[in-house]
């Protein structure tokens, strides 16, 4: 079996995990979370979506969150190399990002979305696809001048929930064209668990065969019928080496409640059931990772220890299987 002697995981928790839940996590928590996955060794953190709060109010304290990541006594600068992420759906929340940027402490890289779906895409953005290539073309160059790196996200890659199967060489395509107008990098997003092992397989291997630098391509894949540690496996094995993910695998769609107030979030097709919604684990992709002798450097007993403080924040048990069993005892490992 080939599979790569190391693997870069961002953990998106405070940003993608935290905007599914349906009450509001305390600014300081996510602050705490943010410098204990530092500690962990993650290189990359998604912390925050810039957009207008009033659909996603999860994210009110999207500067708050940004500062006291990396405050010190000194000033800015507490993430160590880490690459600090904000979500930047639309125009004025690149501004906004730009701004922070300018003032010391915004993100290191910032995310724009297409879907290959034309449906979806309306109603994640509001624009077109043209409009939004436009727009794009457009702010990643303001991006770029401000010092931050642009990932450039395809979705509905395997599957639409509005209109159904979507093309894998459009995403392909789309992705070739991120590159084109200036991302950096590209996030593969299964935004709602529709690819299967050997769907997942074809796509990347088709994928680095028209762009075969791994480096330029994160997976990003949700666990909503309980095959993603097999998609992941299986992106493995095609040859990725860049993945994200979240502490108890939680996250996935915006809630459409928050403290008991109903908001935009996601719209029509939110699933309800925070059990059946969410990414890979974390704790559960890092583990499995080291006992196949694949490197992440990352602190793995440190990682476990933060999951259960993330139970404890968001106030139920979450869906990782290694913070309950934990790793496997060398007793029982084959030589």
Request: negative net charge.
């Amino acid at each position: 079996m080939q599979l790569p002697k190391s693997v870069s995981i961002g953990d998106i928790t405070i940003r993608d995990g935290f905007q599914h839940e349906e009450h509001f996590i305390p600014t300081e928590s996510k602050i705490w979370l943010g410098k204990r996955l530092i500690e962990c060794g993650f290189s990359s953190l998604e912390v925050t979506n810039l957009g207008n709060p009033k659909g996603m109010p999860q994210f009110k304290d999207a500067d708050e969150v940004l500062q006291g990541i990396r405050k010190t006594k000194t000033g800015w600068g507490a993430a160590n190399g880490t690459k600090l992420t904000a979500v930047t759906i639309r125009e004025k929340a690149i501004e906004r990002a730009i701004e922070a940027r300018r003032n010391g402490y915004g993100p290191d890289r910032i995310l724009l979305m297409v879907s290959t779906s034309e449906a979806h895409h309306k109603v994640n953005s509001g624009l077109s696809l043209s409009e939004y290539w436009k727009m794009a073309e457009k702010y990643i160059p303001m991006a770029r001048e401000a010092g931050m790196e642009v990932c450039g996200t395809v979705s509905t890659i395997w599957g639409c929930p509005v209109t159904g199967p979507t093309d894998l060489n459009l995403a392909i395509d789309f992705s070739q064209r991120w590159l084109a107008i200036g991302a950096t990098d590209i996030e593969h997003a299964d935004h709602d668990g529709s690819g299967t092992p050997l769907s997942i397989y074809t796509y990347f291997s088709r994928l680095l065969d028209r762009i075969p630098d791994p480096s330029k391509h994160i997976v990003h894949l949700h666990t909503t019928r309980g095959w993603g540690l097999a998609n992941a496996l299986a992106a493995l094995q095609a040859g990725m080496t860049h993945f994200e993910s979240t502490m108890g695998g939680i996250g996935g769609q915006p809630a459409n409640f928050v403290d008991g107030i109903p908001v935009a979030g996601t719209g029509e097709y939110y699933i309800n059931d925070p059990n059946i919604s969410g990414l890979i684990s974390t704790e559960d992709f890092v583990v499995m990772l080291d006992e196949m002798g694949i490197k992440t450097n990352l602190d793995i007993d440190l990682v476990l220890e933060t999951g259960k403080m993330v139970e404890r924040i968001v106030g139920r048990n979450l869906r990782s299987e290694t913070i309950k069993s934990g790793r496997i005892p060398g007793y029982l490992k084959s030589e």
